[in-house]
């Protein structure tokens, strides 16, 4: 099974400042045929269920603000918050749809410092 | 617009069958494919398995094969069936779909809490 580790478990991060969020897989999830990276960003807030942020490690769902941005291959992955606003208070969750089982880090929980 | 709801009891016994329904409104099941996941404090996100609305399925191994899953076209539904739970189970279950992303999940019923307690 792969293994996601994700990294900080929480996070505090002043408005207007970045926020970067660490994932990695215990074993590559890039299908070197396509050259895509099986891995997901969601965002869960209190209450609700996981939204999806990002798929293909990389591209933004329709109506996410650009200030989101994934980037990373193979094994290591980051998910970035360019510019922190109040509406971003979240925990981040990733997840890698390469092999099942499919599998979900620990989550990063998001605050304003 | 696409809804996806949960439904089941809220409490199970221990060593008895959680059963639950997710119901598609507002589009068809086909063609897409469809997972369980539920979350628990203490587990977090856990991958339970996903079907297709042909009635194939891929359940997470660690659930020992305790694990059913079917779809109802007819009824634009899909269940899930999880014998022999324990404490464990407890958690908020969620029904999602796989959209044309991979298998990544674009969209998520509410999640219904089940208590599994005598």
């Known amino acids: 099974d792969i293994v996601m580790t994700q990294s900080p478990a929480s996070l505090a991060v002043s408005l207007g400042e970045r926020a970067t969020i660490n994932c990695r897989s215990s074993?590559?999830?890039?299908?070197?045929?396509?050259?895509?990276?099986?891995l997901a960003w969601y965002q869960q807030k209190p209450g609700q269920p996981p939204k999806l942020l990002m798929y293909?490690?990389?591209t933004r769902m329709s109506g996410v603000p650009d200030r989101f941005s994934g980037s990373g291959s193979g094994t290591h992955f980051t998910l970035t918050i360019s510019s922190l606003q109040a509406a971003d208070v979240a925990t981040y969750y990733c997840?890698?749809?390469?092999?099942?089982?499919?599998?979900f880090g620990r989550g990063t929980n998001v605050e304003i410092k | 617009q696409v809804h996806l709801q949960e439904s089941g009891p809220g409490l199970v016994r221990p060593s008895e069958t959680l059963s639950l329904t997710c119901t598609v409104s507002?589009?068809?099941?086909?063609?897409?494919?469809w997972s369980w996941i539920r979350q628990s404090p203490g587990k977090g996100l856990e991958w339970i398995g996903y079907?297709?609305?042909?009635?194939?399925?891929e359940r997470n191994p660690s659930l020992q094969g305790r694990v059913t899953m079917a779809v109802d076209t007819s009824k634009n539904l899909f269940s899930l069936k999880l014998i022999s739970v324990t404490a464990a189970d407890t958690a908020i279950y969620y029904c999602?779909?796989?959209?044309?992303?991979?298998?990544?999940?674009?969209?998520w019923g509410p999640g219904t809490l089940v208590t599994v307690s005598s």
């Open positions: 999602a779909r796989h959209g044309d992303y991979g298998d990544s999940n674009d969209l």
């Open positions: 507002g589009g068809s099941i086909s063609p897409y494919y």
């Open positions: 079907m297709y609305y042909s009635g194939s399925t």
């Open positions: 074993r590559t999830i890039l299908l070197t045929s396509t050259n895509k990276n099986f």
């Open positions: 293909w490690a990389t």
């Open positions: 997840q890698q749809y390469f092999a099942a089982p499919y599998s």
